[in-house]
Structure formats: structure tokens, C-alpha cells
């Protein structure tokens, strides 16, 4: 299939006009060569697109991919040699960030709620909100999380309750702390931690693990791909590129 049916057919199920985003959702580097072969990653750093182009991807969809606002706009540097290699290769370069994020089937926090096994019971904008199967300790669900999502999550006590409610959103979303504690959530899941996180969390009384941003929104990406996949008949991979962060 040619890459603009491809990215139209994206724009459209995740709904990119609805979001005010940091980026450009959609497509981002346009190849020359038509999509039998997709290839998924979290972000378009040099070692995806590399393995990527070793693997004969004719497109490459991410979740974290370029011209961020407030970063230089020049193609020099890192940036430029980035794209020099998807332009030389072909490599079409699809990207799609909050509504990735937000997407009710394939986004990040619809599947890693799948993964950890959690009940959706509404959302807060960004923030999802669920409930445990079964009560646990905050030590037992920081357990859970790592050994789910192959990562090394951190734990902030706010207290010595039990999480039976909980609230998640993937990625750097730790500023959100407050908005889940209003939500009546005995813990709140998130990627990523900031300093007045750690205080934020034991003032709220709330439990906060960080599980780590690439951890967290490893899910989406795949979920799309293989869908993609399936409705178009490509092939498709995941390659993920270890990141602890």
C-alpha cells in the first residue's frame, strides 16, 4: 500500500484533529517506497531507525518521533543524520503521540491497563482510572508492575493503605499526581518521577510508582501495528530499544 493511504487511514482511527498536541501527529518523513514492511518502536532514535533499515522496514511508526515545539527546526546534528538515514533507506517515518496516548483500543494506557490486568472504570482526560482485581499492598502492585513490564519500577509511599482503586497514565506524566488524588484513587501510576512528586505523593497520601516512560508506553505501538497488519496485510515488527528511563 503507499504510505499517504496508510497515514490517512491512522489520522483518522486515532483522531489526531482532536488533540492539541507538543508535535506533529502523523506523517512525519516521507518515503519513496511503497508499505509491505512496517516496523514499531517507542522512539525514532539512530538505533531504531538503523535496525529498522536492516530489517527492510518500508515504514517506520513511532510513538516519540520529531520537530518537538521549542526544539532547533534545522535538519543538522543528531537530527539531521536521523533523517538522512530514513531519506536514503526509503523509510517512510509515522509518528503519533497523544493520540497514541489517549486511543480507547490501542493507546498506551488502554494496553498497559490490559497487561496489568487493571478494570478500566472511566478516564480523567489523560488519566485512566480502574480497579484491582483484588486488594494489594503498594510493595505488591510496585512488584507486579516490574515483573509485567520488565522494568525496575519506584515506589513513593503515601501511606500504609492497601490499593484496591487506581489511576494510571503512561509516560512523564507525574504532574497529574494531583488530578488522580481528586479522583478518590489509592494509587496512581505513572512513567516518570520529579523531585515534588516524592513530597506531593506522602502530603496526598497516595502511593506513586513511577514505572519507568519507555516501559510504560512500550503497548500502543504494537497494538496499532498489529492491527495495521491485520487490516492491510503487512508485516509487521516490534523492535524495542532498551531504555531503563
Not at 5 to 33: A, I, K, M
Not at 145 to 163: F, Q, T, W
Request: a negative charge.
Amino acid at each position: 500500500m503507499q504510505i499517504d493511504e496508510l497515514s490517512h487511514f491512522c489520522d483518522d482511527f486515532l483522531g489526531v484533529d482532536d488533540f492539541e498536541d507538543y508535535c506533529p501527529n502523523g506523517l512525519q518523513v516521507e518515503g519513496t517506497r511503497p508499505v509491505r514492511k512496517l516496523v514499531t518502536g517507542v522512539t525514532a532514535c539512530q538505533a531504531l531507525i538503523d535496525a529498522a533499515v536492516e530489517e527492510g522496514a518500508d515504514a517506520l511508526l513511532v510513538h516519540h518521533g520529531y520537530f518537538w515545539k521549542g526544539e532547533p527546526q534545522t535538519l543538522t546534528g543528531i537530527k539531521g543524520r536521523r533523517i538522512r538515514r530514513l531519506m536514503r533507506a526509503g523509510v517512510s517515518l509515522l509518528a503519533y503521540h497523544l493520540p497514541l496516548d489517549a486511543h480507547p483500543t490501542v493507546g498506551n494506557n488502554a494496553e498497559l491497563g490490559r497487561v496489568m490486568g487493571w478494570l478500566t472504570t472511566g478516564q480523567q482526560g489523560l488519566i485512566w482510572l480502574g480497579e484491582l482485581e483484588r486488594p494489594q499492598t503498594a510493595t505488591g502492585l510496585m512488584e507486579q508492575l516490574g515483573e509485567r513490564l520488565d522494568a525496575s519500577p519506584l515506589l513513593i509511599g503515601g501511606g500504609d493503605h492497601p490499593v484496591r482503586r487506581i489511576a494510571w497514565c503512561s509516560g512523564a506524566a507525574q504532574s497529574m499526581i494531583g488530578q488522580a488524588a481528586e479522583q478518590g484513587v489509592d494509587a496512581f501510576v505513572s512513567g516518570e518521577i520529579s523531585e515534588q512528586t516524592v513530597h506531593l505523593a506522602r502530603e496526598l497520601g497516595l502511593h506513586y510508582i513511577a514505572a519507568g516512560h519507555h516501559a510504560t508506553e512500550r503497548f500502543g505501538v504494537q497494538a496499532l501495528g498489529e492491527l495495521l497488519a491485520g487490516r492491510f496485510g503487512l508485516e509487521h515488527e516490534f523492535i524495542d530499544i532498551e531504555n531503563p528511563v
